[in-house]
C-alpha cells in the first residue's frame, strides 16, 4: 500500500495521531528533504528508514518503488509540510502506482490551500486553486487577465520575494480587488492580511514581506472591516 501522509504546516501539534501510526508502521518513509523530513520523526519518535523522492529523482526511483510495492512493502510518502499532492511531485508517483493496482490510502491532516481559505472570509465553498503562478510578469498578467470574471475565489501559493511584483500585477489587471494573504499558518507569527493590492503593496512598504503565504481574491466580493 502507498499512504499518502499529511504532516503539519508550521505546528507540530497538528500531526494527527493516524499519521504517527502509519509513520511507524511504514517499511519506509518517503520523503523530499531528510533534514526536514528526520526531525519531524525525531519528534514523534519514529524511526522507521527515510529515502528520498522529489521532484528531481521522480521518474528515476518511481519504477522500483513501484516493484516494492506490489511486492507487498508498505510505503508512506510525506513532503516538506503539509498535504502531498498539493503543489508538491507526488502526483507522479500516485498515477504510476494505480496504474499497477496498488491501492492508495490518504491520511488527511494540515494543508496550507484549506486554513488559509477556511478563515479567509472569502466564500469557501467553491474555489479554484492556481498553485504557484507564473514568475515572469508577462506570462503572470495573462492568468491574472482569466481571473476577471471567475466567480469563484482563486487561490494561489506565493512566495515573500515575489508578493509585491504579483500584488502590482493584480493592482494593474484586477483593480480594486479585495485580496486575502494568509502568512505564517498555524505558527507563532500567523496573521490575514486584508485589502486592495495598493492597500498591500502599502502595508509591504512600511513591513518587509516575510514568511509563506497563500494568496486569495474573489472578484465579487469583500470582506475587510
Ligand atoms: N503540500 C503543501 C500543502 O499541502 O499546503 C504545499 C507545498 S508548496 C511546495 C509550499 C507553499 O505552500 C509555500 O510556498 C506557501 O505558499 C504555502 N505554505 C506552506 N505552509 C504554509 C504556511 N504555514 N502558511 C502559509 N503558507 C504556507
Redesign the pocket.
Known sequence: MLYLVATP??NLGDMTGRAQKVLSDADVVLCEDTRVSRKLLQHIGVDTPLSVYHDFNKEKVTPRLVERLAAGERLALI?D????G???PAFYLVREAIRAGIQVVPVPGA???TA?LTASGLPCDRFVFENFLPPKSARRRRVLETFKHEKRTVVF???PHRIEKVLADMRDVLGDVTVVI??????IHEEFLRGTPPELLAHFEKKMPRG???VMLNTGYHCTA
Open positions: 504546516i508550521g513532503t509540510a503539509g498535504t502531498p498539493i503543489a508538491d494543508s496550507a490551500v488559509a501559493y506565493e512566495s494568509a502568512r505564517e499558518l498555524t505558527k509563506e503565504m497563500v
